[in-house]
């Protein structure tokens, strides 16, 4: 009786409805921003595109990626959701094959979450870590290299405003 009653009150695909709110959380998020930035020194120097021979890290890294979202989600589907990995995962094949869906967000969560487990979509995603880590530092480099030659400081860190000073 209960699974009938359940029909009734919940939405058709409640578990990943469910899982769509809570992976587009900081809370989730977070900690997949927090492995690309710690990581993006590696892609430092990789080409914009995936192209011949890869180094080997950048795969060896994926998987160190790889595990960590699929215990991160999992942990999440069994502990959170209360269902089986198994129900989550039919669910979400249910949606990505309803050719009558409406609910677009929740498609595209769907994919998102297929994107996520690609090595292509981390390759691209890891790059622009890398890019921004690089913009950052240099920023910061820029402005280091402002404050070090300010005209109101002299290399001793004293006041004189003489260009002489920087000669």
């Known amino acids: 009786i209960w699974s009938q009653i359940k029909l009734f009150i919940m939405p058709k695909y409640a578990i990943v409805e469910e899982a769509s709110r809570h992976c587009w959380s900081n809370n989730f998020l977070e900690v997949f921003r927090q492995f690309f930035a710690e990581h993006a020194d590696v892609f430092a120097e990789a080409p914009q ?15 160190r990626y790889l595990k960590l979202y699929e215990n991160t989600l ?12 198994m129900e989550f995962f039919k669910e979400l094949s249910a949606v990505k094959n309803d050719p009558e ?8 969560f769907v994919n998102y979450l297929v994107a996520s487990t690609d090595y292509e979509s981390f390759y691209k ?5 890398a890019k921004k880590v690089n913009a950052k530092a240099e920023s910061k480099s820029e402005a280091k290299d402002d404050d070090d030659f ?7 860190g004293s006041s004189s405003g003489s260009k002489a000073d920087y000669k």
């Not at 011949?52 to 950048?58: A, I, M, V």
């Not at 999992?74 to 990995?85: G, M, P, R, T």
């Open 74 to 85: 999992q942990d999440y589907i069994e502990s959170k959701l209360d269902v089986s990995a």
């Open 125 to 129: 995603v890891m790059v622009r870590a």
């Open 49 to 63: 595109q995936i192209s011949g021979e890869q180094n080997l890290e950048y795969y060896t890294l994926f998987q």
């Open 101 to 108: 869906i409406k609910d677009k967000k929740l498609l595209h």
């Open 150 to 156: 300010s005209p109101s400081r002299d290399a001793k």
